[in-house]
């Protein structure tokens, strides 16, 4: 099975901050990356598709980029409504996510 | 707007059944794979079982086989998860979840229901 790593588990930023969170993947998986949202309570919401696609109705503050084993998920000026847990997830071999990474506000 | 509505979680004793069930609506139901997707309590996502649009290909996690089932009538534009010999490491929110293929490897999901919550405890 693929596993994927996300870093950091967890991180702390302030409104209007750019931050970047990292997957990994323990082998190639091409651009075969997918960023979600979770909102405590809620479900995941679908950020980026295809590694860097921004899915409709996302806004433009999100970005994604990377190919092969290492991706990265950027939120270029933080919002209130970004404190959030996100997660990756590689379809190249069945499905597998990332273990989360958990936005706090400072 | 497309609706995933999630069914038929609750506490069972390990060993237990239960069956599970996802209402779609605002969309053609017959015309979309569909996915349950699991959450254990404070922990990450893991995808469970996937099935066709028509139903004839079907697949499963290594953690549930042989002892999850899953189903869809497009008629009634549901789908299900049939769980036997519940384990309390099963405790988890099952979501539902609506997938796409982008690509031939590429597959994400775009829709999700709340979630029902199933707890296998004595």
């Known amino acids: 099975d693929i596993q994927m790593t996300q870093s950091p588990s967890s991180l702390s930023a302030s409104v209007g901050d750019r931050v970047t969170i990292t997957c990994r993947a323990s082998?190639?998986?091409?651009?075969?990356l997918n960023w979600y949202q979770q909102k405590p309570g809620k479900a995941p919401k679908l950020l980026i598709y295809?590694?860097?696609s921004l899915q409709s109705g996302v806004p433009s503050r999100f970005s994604g980029s990377g190919s092969g084993t290492d991706f990265t998920l950027t939120i270029s000026s933080l919002q209130p409504e970004d404190f959030a847990t996100y997660y990756c997830?590689?379809?190249?071999?069945?499905?597998?996510f990332g273990q989360g990474t958990r936005l706090e506000i400072k | 707007e497309v609706q995933l509505v999630e069914s038929g979680g609750g506490l069972v004793q390990p060993g237990g059944s239960l069956r599970l069930s996802c209402a779609a609506s605002?969309?053609?139901?017959?015309?979309?794979?569909m996915n349950w997707v699991r959450q254990a309590p404070g922990k990450g996502l893991e995808w469970v079982s996937y099935?066709?649009?028509?139903?004839?290909?079907?697949y499963y996690a290594d953690s549930v086989k042989g002892r999850f089932t899953i189903s869809r009538d497009n008629a009634k534009n549901s789908l299900y998860l049939q769980m036997n010999s519940l384990r309390a490491e099963d405790t988890a929110v099952y979501y539902c979840?609506?997938?796409?293929?982008?690509?031939?490897?590429?597959?994400?999901?775009?829709?999700w229901g709340q979630g029902t919550l199933v707890t296998v405890s004595s």
């Open positions: 979840a609506r997938g796409h293929y982008y690509d031939s490897s590429g597959y994400y999901y775009d829709y």
């Open positions: 605002g969309f053609t139901f017959s015309s979309y794979e």
């Open positions: 099935i066709s649009s028509s139903g004839s290909t079907i």
């Open positions: 082998q190639s998986i091409s651009s075969y």
């Open positions: 295809a590694a860097s």
């Open positions: 997830q590689q379809s190249y071999s069945s499905i597998t």
